[in-house]
């Protein structure tokens, strides 16, 4: 598998998680946080920049730059965190 797939795959894995995540956040799952929409939002762009930089650190320059890592890295995760966020929501 070549790098910008190696990339997809663990932002992939990342946005369901962040998608898990900010359903909790969201809904009210967690008692002393209530609804909180925006630190759902806030939640899931920090995972966003901490796998990016773990897919840097594993990858180095391979990944190209700021225009790599929004095609192999940041659209996947945007895509796969909102579907997965709204499929939690609908459970």
Not at 21 to 40: D, K, M, T, V, W
Not at 66 to 73: A, I
Request: hydrophobic share 55%; proline share 2%; no cysteine.
């Amino acid at each position: 598998m070549d790098v910008d797939g190696k990339v997809a795959a663990i932002h992939g894995a990342a946005a369901a998680a962040a998608g898990y995540i900010s359903f909790l956040l969201s809904s009210g799952a967690i008692p002393g946080i209530g609804r909180n929409e925006a630190l759902a939002i806030i939640g899931g762009l920090i995972i966003l920049y901490l796998t990016g930089k773990i897919s840097e650190k594993l990858f180095g320059e391979e990944v190209g730059g700021v225009k790599g890592w929004f095609w192999s890295g940041i659209l996947p995760f945007f895509f796969l965190w909102m579907m997965s966020w709204i499929l939690f929501m609908n459970i």
